[in-house]
């Protein structure tokens, strides 16, 4: 008996060893993969042109960057924040080392509409410093054409093609889809613009859908027209459009001649021509092997970091709600009621905090998690000042929250608006009686004990009840956008009613006070706090750690999104809509859908 215990003691000991060295290990692995992957902060040479090409793609939220794996260098790459892209190129105005920039959208990660009009502007006050601004392309589509005008000349490939015919926006329907299911969408809704359901009940725009969409393809049309026509001078914006009108940049040849590129050049003719006019760019090395001496931006964000980030007791923070409006807690995507009202809470109680910035970039969710947010957004201007900077969208439920701020500024392209709410309740009884077979059968206490269930229709006094939610929701609703933008009820009611605005007409209806991007938001910030040269900018964000991030990568939500975004192509992001809203329950102030412009 006492060998046994004796042999059972080291068998256990040994057991207990072993395992705490596995555990060990394994961290050291996982921790030393991180950091392997982790990008390298470069030196910045003397005469670098820095490179604006987002291949790494650009998010509003800290929260939201998703990294991919590099298998070649072996390290991770993360989308850099708009954030970052906005003070590296004001920071590479007054550096020595950058001698000026290079645009090259040719391999470009995703970026926004709006980010992409903030980042422009940027680029336009960068050349106030005297540097260069060039750019170069194989391909130019409209929109990328129109941030690459911002530059001082414009290059592009002898067999390239660039793209310029005018804006379109297709909305993709799926009644008929359903139809062949036997689901049946159960709508109750309240405005006339309230578009967000149309595609499950319908096969086409309704007409005041289609007025809707006429002006917003029209207003961001005009933008991107009078962007082009005063940075290219030369021809009116009728001119510009005339060209559009008859496709008459048909070839390189036609865009040479008719003055959207200064000159076909093949790419290493561009290089050789950046170095014939400013031999400063010249990589160290033989001069017979010329090439120029480049840092990309994402590159030069990272071996700045700490440049970029000033410490001082005078803070103003910084915080997102960049995604969907959902009730509780903030996910990948996701705007979470209860997280985004702490971190405006922290912020209010924070003494060093002087003024808050709420990037908003939303489509809207959740009515009630929306009212939960606006309510901290109400105490917390109380205190200090509140602006909102508005991103790609700040609509519905997005423009919601935004409603209680002191200042409202917006891009142009912001897609904003669409006050008013409606609830979606899909009756699957058919589909699974007549498809698949199945009947369900149910016993309660009362006659709507079980009302919502996706498995019976609606009754009358049901819809009844549900459209009195509604309504109640939307009267609070444009109740806190009348007290908030200093308007009546009826004013409000005028230009809500569900309906979408491009943020150039939202200044015309007093939907924002002005336009301007994130930095505009932040220097506005500054002054109404009152504390000059001396702040910090703290972003306030669940930010997770590199280990957090690289298992992110391999959830199996990401795995799945990104094998379908694969198959799908273009029809992925309509999915993606589709899933989010039908994923939601209750009363909904909501984007109508994602508008994508082509």
């Known amino acids: ?35 392997s992957l982790r990008p390298s902060q470069p030196a910045v040479p003397d005469g670098a042109v820095l490179r604006i ?17 590099d298998v070649n260098r072996m390290e991770i790459t993360m989308p850099n924040t708009l954030l970052e892209a906005v003070q590296a190129i004001q920071l590479a105005a007054a550096d020595p080392r950058i001698s000026g920039i290079c645009i090259d959208l040719d391999n470009s990660g995703t970026v926004s509409l709006a980010d992409l009009e903030e980042i422009r502007a940027e680029l336009i006050k960068f050349k106030e410093s005297g540097k260069f601004v060039w750019a170069y392309g194989n391909v130019y589509s409209q929109t990328g054409y129109w941030f690459a005008s911002a530059a001082d000349r414009v290059y592009m490939n002898p067999e390239g093609l660039l ?4 804006i379109a926006a297709n909305v993709m329907f799926y009644k008929g889809l359903l139809d062949k299911l036997g689901v049946e969408v159960q709508v109750i809704r309240h405005g006339s613009f309230k578009s967000a359901v149309e595609p499950y009940i319908m096969d086409h725009m309704s007409p005041t859908n289609r007025l809707q969409m006429e002006t917003l393809v029209d207003a961001l049309w005009e933008t991107l027209v009078s962007d082009v026509a005063a940075s290219r001078p030369g021809h009116t914006p009728a001119e510009w459009k005339q060209y559009a009108a008859t496709m008459a940049v048909a070839t390189p040849e036609d865009a040479r001649r008719l003055g959207f590129v200064d000159d076909l050049l093949y790419r290493d003719q561009f290089d050789a021509l950046l170095l014939a006019e400013h031999p400063e760019v010249q990589a160290p090395g033989r001069k017979e092997a010329a090439t120029v001496q480049q840092v990309a931006l994402d590159q030069y964000i990272a071996a700045n970091l700490m ?44 003494d060093q905090i002087k003024a808050v910035v709420l990037r908003v970039n939303s489509p809207g969710g959740s009515a009630l998690a929306s009212e939960v947010i606006w309510r901290e957004v109400e105490l917390c201007r109380e205190q200090k000042p509140v602006i909102v900077s508005m ?3 700040a609509a519905s439920g997005g423009y919601y929250i935004s409603s209680g701020a002191d200042v409202i500024l917006a891009d142009r392209v912001t897609q904003t608006g669409s006050i008013g709410v409606f609830g979606m309740v899909p009756n699957l009884q058919k589909t699974l009686r007549d498809k698949v077979g199945i009947n369900v059968d149910v016993v309660r206490t009362n006659a709507s004990a079980d009302m919502g269930s996706v498995v019976r229709p609606l009754s009358t006094d049901e819809r009844t009840y549900l459209q009195n939610q ?30 979408v605005w491009l943020g150039v007409n939202a200044r015309e209806n007093g939907l924002v006070d002005g336009f301007g991007g994130l930095s505009d938001a932040l220097a506005l910030a500054v002054d109404r706090a009152g504390i000059g040269e001396d702040f910090e900018i703290r972003e306030i964000v669940s930010e997770p750690t590199p280990f957090g991030t690289l298992l992110s990568m391999f959830s199996t939500q990401a795995r799945t999104d990104r094998v379908l975004q694969d198959e799908l192509g273009v029809l992925f992001r309509p999915y993606l809509a589709m899933r989010q809203l039908l994923g ?8 109508p859908y994602e508008v994508t412009f082509e």
Do not use: C
């Open 163 to 166: 793209d310029w015919r005018g």
């Open 53 to 69: 090409d987002f291949r790494t793609g650009i998010v509003n939220s800290p929260d939201n960057r998703i990294g991919t794996i």
């Open 470 to 499: 509604v309504e109640r929701t939307y009267r609070t609703f444009v109740d806190h956008v009348a007290d908030g933008r200093n308007m009546t009820f009826d004013q409000v009611d005028a230009i809500g009613q569900g309906r």
């Open 584 to 591: 939601q329950t209750g009363v909904l102030a909501r984007m």
């Open 307 to 350: 440049a970029m980030h000033r410490m001082s007791h005078n803070r103003v923070a910084l915080i997102y709600a960049d995604g969907q409006i959902v009730d509780g807690e903030s996910g990948r995507n996701s705007v979470g009621g209860a997280t985004l009202a702490d971190q405006i809470a922290l912020a209010r109680r924070d």
């Open 391 to 393: 991103g790609s969208m």
């Open 1 to 35: 008996m006492k060998n046994f215990f004796k042999t059972f003691g080291a068998a256990l000991l040994a057991f207990v060893v072993g395992t705490v060295l596995m555990v060990i290990m394994t961290f050291g692995f996982f921790a030393g993969l991180t950091a």
